[in-house]
Nanobody, 122 residues
């Protein structure tokens, strides 16, 4: 199983980015996927979660309507559309899947992880 994130970069406050997570060796359809982020020296925190079979989504409180998680069945990919980015959104963003159940915001409940894509907001 391989998850490859892309789309990160440097933007100014108020800007937007679209992160992509391409899966191979694993079918995201009829499954669960999530985005997490981590700042060096801090715990990894949940951003958004999607139950791809039904398009059910969950978001961390700090998202406040700024981010949207989505899934493309044909491309076997998950996306995170981020708008109105702020400096505090700067972090390494990770894609995760193979959710074990339980608290969707706990990184312990996901088996497979990508290597991350850096987002920097100035």
């Amino acid at each position: 199983v391989q998850l490859v994130e892309s789309g990160g970069g440097s933007v100014q406050a108020g800007g937007s980015l679209r992160l992509s997570c391409q899966a191979s060796g694993w079918t995201l359809s009829d499954n669960y996927a999530a985005w997490f982020r981590q700042v060096s020296g801090k715990d990894r925190e949940a951003v958004a979660h999607i139950w791809t079979a039904y398009g059910v989504t969950y978001y961390a409180d700090f998202v406040k309507g700024r981010f949207t998680i989505s899934h493309d069945k044909v491309k076997n990919a998950v996306y995170l559309e981020m708008s109105n980015l702020q400096p505090e959104d700067s972090a390494m963003y990770y894609c995760a899947t193979s959710y074990r159940g339980g608290d969707w915001e706990s990184p312990l409940n996901y088996k497979y992880w990508g290597q991350g894509t850096q987002v920097t907001v100035s």
